[in-house]
């Protein structure tokens, strides 16, 4: 069974710069990865996807993330932070011959300083 | 705002009670999906309805049931209900052809039990 795992519960960055937020994963086969975000009291919003194609996906937000297979990794990126980017980020990956199996990892929580 | 609805907002109750939640999809979505947030156990994927039959099982409780109505609205029944229980309850829904293996979700229900 597929599984995705966020190595850091929590990220602290400063306004303006670069941040990243981790996430890997495991799966047989070409998985379909997602990120998404939680900001306080409300539901998960999508932000983007890979499914196939260019391993350098773009987003909502300014957010982008690189789908790299060797590492198995699907780090969720921006050039330049926001305090307004403060919120809970979820990975998760789908198994594209279980379209039934969504596996989130257990967030990140990301604050941005001004 | 992704157009998956979910009502009540919040939901107080005492232990040994049943609860009814309920979500509307997007338009035209037929998949249905519920997730269980709490802050021990993550985001765990509960249950999943297509066009009003049961697709998949996740880590639901026999306490628990869901079901999905010709209108494609769907309703979690949680019944004799413990302290564990309170967490938010996500209901996600997700499209056929391009673009079905996103979920969107909605705002949850924020379960209280006393």
């Known amino acids: 069974a597929q599984s995705v795992a966020q190595p850091e519960d929590q990220v602290n960055v400063a306004e303006g710069n670069p941040l990243t937020v981790k996430c890997t994963y495991s799966?047989?086969?070409?998985?379909?990865l997602f990120w998404y975000v939680q900001y306080p009291n409300r539901g998960l919003q999508f932000l983007l996807k890979?499914?196939?194609?260019?391993?350098l996906v773009k987003g909502s937000y300014g957010f982008e993330a690189e789908f790299n297979k060797s590492q198995t990794s699907f780090h969720l990126k921006k050039p330049s932070a926001l305090v307004s980017d403060s919120a809970l980020y979820f990975c998760?990956?789908?198994?594209?011959?279980?379209?039934?199996?969504?596996?989130f990892g257990a967030g990140t929580r990301l604050t941005v300083k001004p | 705002d992704s157009g998956v609805t979910q009502t009540p907002k919040h939901l107080i109750t005492a232990t040994g009670q049943r609860v009814t939640l309920r979500c509307s999809p997007r338009?035209?979505?037929?998949?249905v999906y519920w997730y269980q947030q709490s802050l021990d156990q993550g985001l765990q994927f509960l249950i999943q309805?297509?066009?009003?039959?049961?697709?998949a099982k996740g880590n639901i409780l026999e306490r628990f049931s869901a079901q999905q109505f010709p209108d494609l609205h769907s309703e979690l029944n949680l019944s004799s209900l413990e302290l564990g229980d309170s967490a938010l309850y996500f209901c996600?829904?997700?499209?056929?052809?391009?673009?079905?293996?996103?979920?969107?979700f909605g705002p949850g229900t924020r379960l209280l039990v006393l």
């Open positions: 998760a990956v789908r198994d594209p011959y279980n379209n039934n199996d969504m596996r």
């Open positions: 890979y499914i196939t194609g260019d391993n």
């Open positions: 309805y297509y066009n009003g039959e049961e697709r």
């Open positions: 799966v047989s086969g070409n998985p379909y």
């Open positions: 338009s035209g979505d037929l998949s």
């Open positions: 996600a829904s997700s499209g056929t052809g391009q673009g079905r293996e996103t979920q969107y």
